[in-house]
């Protein structure tokens, strides 16, 4: 008997759960707990415990400001939908078109999704440059510093199980090999970003570094990625920085402090 209670206690706190997400439209893109509690009709105590629960499973992130709610990355990655809630990211924007503005260079906001990496924004300016990277593409995690900047984080399991698929060798610079993964992996957590060169595509180059979000966890990575000839020594060093800075900013719009 107490099984069948547990059962049907978990299908409710699934279906008011699933009640909740819906509630979020793009005219009611933030709620309190009051507010949820008033269009689902229920104890605010019983809204509380659920949204405690989706924000740990990272389907609602709770604004450390306001005390709002808000839809989460788990639930935008969910079928590909997140390029239509750019939205969420417009917090990020403005540090993105500054940055755009001092070097004059695309930076771009990424996920790890399964064994890709997505592309969730980008901020072009008036770049002329010819990009080889579009809002919603995916790419291998393996030959990007996109996807590194971010699999540099994950625990032994991810990295064994990413690393034991089949690596595709998109140009002669190309890493396939996993212990020379696993060696450029320990270089990017050791340096704070990743650095790669003609490994996507030959004559472009990819810097990227991590961004966390309220719980420390490295969910997104923030990105450049440019024509070779585009990027002198002098230039790189400071742009290594400058995306190392950014990336740390945005951490902060997204409730974490070191």
């Known amino acids: 008997m107490k099984h069948t ?23 009611r893109q933030e709620l309190s707990v009051t507010e949820i509690s008033q269009l689902m009709e229920l104890p605010k105590s019983s809204v509380h415990r659920l949204l405690k629960e989706m924000v740990e499973e990272g389907f609602l992130i709770q ?11 788990s639930i935008l990655a969910l079928g590909g939908i997140v390029k239509y809630h750019i939205d969420f990211f417009d917090d990020a924007r403005p540090l993105l078109q500054q940055f755009v503005k001092k070097f004059n260079l695309p930076i771009h906001i990424c996920m790890m999704e399964q064994q890709k990496v997505t592309y969730l924004m980008r901020e072009t300016g008036n770049i002329p440059m010819k990009l080889i990277t579009r809002t919603g593409r995916q ?3 393996h030959c990007t510093a996109e996807g590194m900047a971010i699999l540099a984080y994950k625990n032994r399991q991810i990295i064994d199980y990413i690393l034991s698929k089949p690596l595709k ?14 060696d450029e992996l320990i270089k990017v957590r050791s340096q704070g970003f990743a650095m790669m060169k003609d490994t996507y595509a030959v ?3 990819g810097y990227a570094a991590p961004i966390r979000d309220y719980t420390g966890e490295i969910f997104l990575s923030l990105a450049v990625i440019s024509k070779n000839d585009c990027i002198t020594p002098t230039i790189e060093e400071k742009l290594i920085v400058a995306i190392k800075d950014t990336a740390k900013e945005i951490s902060k719009i997204y409730g974490y402090y070191d």
Not at 7 to 17: M, R
Not at 18 to 25: C, R, S
Not at 63 to 73: A, E, S, V
Not at 169 to 180: A, I, K, N, R, V
């Open 169 to 182: 060798q998109h140009t002669p610079y190309t890493l396939t090999d996993p212990d020379e993964l696993r």
């Open 63 to 73: 604004d450390r400001k306001t005390g709002k709610y808000k839809l989460g990355f």
């Open 5 to 27: 209670l547990d059962e049907k206690y978990f299908v409710q706190s699934v279906k008011k759960a699933l009640q909740i997400l819906k509630l979020f439209k793009n005219r």
């Open 203 to 205: 004559g472009y180059s």
């Open 139 to 141: 790419n291998d995690i």
